[in-house]
């Protein structure tokens, strides 16, 4: 599996999109700020939204697209499935656990 994620700060401001094959492993990466960048320069490690894909090529695509659209239509997409911006790193964990 493949996942297209978004990533945003604690106050909602910033926003990462990335793709991964492990997104809890990946998470955990941003969240103990092992990755150098802009996530770990501006504390991006709240995620807020991901798709999951079976083709890495189609992850890859997804998250070009996503890098293409304004901020307000990437916030439009974040409140369709998640209305709050909760962070769904619990939920991550639990599924790629179980």
Request: with cysteine.
């Amino acid at each position: 599996m493949y996942y297209t994620y978004i990533l945003t700060d604690s106050r909602n401001n910033r926003i990462y999109i990335g793709v991964t094959n492990c997104l809890a492993r990946r998470l955990e990466e941003h969240q103990q700020h092992l990755i150098d960048g802009y996530t770990k320069r501006f504390h991006i490690c709240k995620p807020v939204y991901y798709e999951i894909f079976e083709d890495v090529n189609n992850a890859i695509a997804r998250e070009k697209q996503l890098k293409r659209w304004t901020r307000c239509k990437k916030d439009m997409l974040i409140v369709s499935k998640n209305p709050d911006w909760e962070d769904l790193s619990e939920q991550i964990f639990r599924d790629q656990n179980a």
